[in-house]
Structures are given as structure tokens and as C-alpha cells.
T-cell receptor
Framework: DAMVIQNPRYQVTQFGKPVTLSCSQTLNHNVMYWYQQKSSQAPKLLFHYYDKDFNNEADTPDNFQSRRPNTSFCFLDIRSPGLGDAAMYLC??????????????FGPGTRLTVL | GENVEQHPSTLSVQEGDSAVIKCTYSDSASNYFPWYKQELGKRPQLIIDIRSNVGEKKDQRIAVTLNKTAKHFSLHITETQPEDSAVYFCAPPLSGTSYGKLTFGQGTILTVHP
């Protein structure tokens, strides 16, 4: 089945130790998003790729970076995780229609714990 | 940017009752209005959406109504079941982007009591 896959599902890291989360998709969607979701809050968009074009949200900390080496894969790098970065990280994809919006398909998420 | 407000923040109903969640947005140019459901510990999933050229859309027990003049749209769930218990988010996109950069509402926690 076509889907959005995130690895790992659970990640534990130490304060200040770099961590990379990965997302892959078999939907062949050209847009990929990274969201941060803290407990009892809505998902917050960090950045997204439209094909190879990277779009950063204005309030996304510099500590967060992303890479998209090809259509199928996208990575979230957290250079120096702080305690406040502990959250669920959701990857999503979409294929926009011509002048229209379309459904975003979310992966299962990676829960990040920072010790 | 888009300001989105969702009400109520929590909603508790008995099985079989109806539930209504309202989302108010600020951008009069918005033309796409989705609702996402997120069960505990799971991913958000689109359950219904509507575009600005229609006023109502129905899919079995769920429906969405749109009032563009008043800038709000609502999710209606009839004959609620315990499996409807989840957090529901409205997520109208920011206008000015030609594709789905969603603005999530704060979420409504729906609890359906058996």
C-alpha cells in the first residue's frame, strides 16, 4: 500500500546530541512537510519542500534543518536538541492539484524524548 | 496570515447524540476547508473537506457546512459512536499559497460516552 513511513517511531537522545529523523513516501507526492506536535496541541509546521524548493517557517528555530535528497525521502535534523524539543514529529505529503489544495497524508510520527 | 479559532475545545456527548464543532477563520480569500481527526497516539487523517463553491457536503454520518459570509465552517457528526472519540482539527490553508500550507485550529477533544 502506498504510504508515508517514519523512522524511528521512538527516538531518545541526550541534551545537545544531534539527531536525525527520517520520512519516506511511496505516494510520489511532490510536497513534503515536517510538523512538530507537542502534547495537547495542534501540529505546528516547521518547513516544507515543494519538489526541491525548501520553505522555512519564520518562527522555526535555526536548530532545525531539513534535507530532501530525492522525491521519496526527507530528513529532519535537530542539531542540538533541548528539553523543549521533546515532541511528536510528523511528516506529511501532498500532491497539489492545479490551483487547488489537496489532502495531506501524515506518517505515524516519531516521538522524540530528550534526556 | 490566517487566524483560526475552533470551538468548543472539549465536547462530551452520549452515544447516539450529535456533535457540532465550529471553526472560524479570518482570511476571506480562503477557499478550501478540511477537517482532520486524530485518535490518541495516531496520525491526523482527513475525514471531510469542502471547497468554497459549495455550502454543504455529507459523507455518511459526518457533514461539513460552510458560511463564507460569516467566515466559519462546521463539522457535524450524527449518531455518534465511541470510536468517534478523538481530537478534531479544522485546518484551512493560508491563502497566497497555491498548495496546502495548512493552519490548524487548536483542536476539539470529542468524547463519546457509551
Amino acid at each position: 500500500d502506498a504510504m508515508v513511513i517514519q523512522n524511528p517511531r521512538y527516538q531518545v537522545t541526550q541534551f545537545g546530541k544531534p539527531v536525525t529523523l527520517s520520512c519516506s513516501q511511496t505516494l510520489n507526492h511532490n510536497v513534503m512537510y515536517w510538523y512538530q506536535q507537542k502534547s495537547s496541541q495542534a501540529p505546528k509546521l516547521l518547513f516544507h519542500y515543494y519538489d526541491k524548493d525548501f520553505n522555512n517557517e519564520a518562527d522555526t528555530p535555526d536548530n532545525f534543518q531539513s534535507r530532501r535528497p530525492n522525491t521519496s525521502f526527507c530528513f529532519l535534523d535537530i542539531r542540538s536538541p533541548g528539553l523543549g524539543d521533546a515532541a511528536m514529529y510528523l511528516c506529511a505529503t501532498s500532491r497539489p492539484g492545479r490551483s487547488s489544495y489537496n489532502e495531506q497524508f501524515f506518517g505515524p510520527g516519531t516521538r522524540l524524548t530528550v534526556l | 496570515g490566517e487566524n483560526v479559532e475552533q470551538h468548543p475545545s472539549t465536547l462530551s456527548v452520549q452515544e447516539g447524540d450529535s456533535a457540532v464543532i465550529k471553526c472560524t477563520y479570518s482570511d476571506s480569500a480562503s477557499n478550501y476547508f478540511p477537517w482532520y481527526k486524530q485518535e490518541l497516539g495516531k496520525r491526523p487523517q482527513l475525514i471531510i473537506d469542502i471547497r468554497s463553491n459549495v455550502g454543504e457536503k455529507k459523507d455518511q454520518r459526518i457533514a461539513v457546512t460552510l458560511n463564507k459570509t460569516a467566515k466559519h465552517f462546521s463539522l457535524h457528526i450524527t449518531e455518534t459512536q465511541p470510536e468517534d472519540s478523538a481530537v478534531y482539527f479544522c485546518a484551512p490553508p493560508l491563502s497566497g499559497t497555491s498548495y496546502g500550507k495548512l493552519t490548524f485550529g487548536q483542536g476539539t477533544i470529542l468524547t463519546v460516552h457509551p
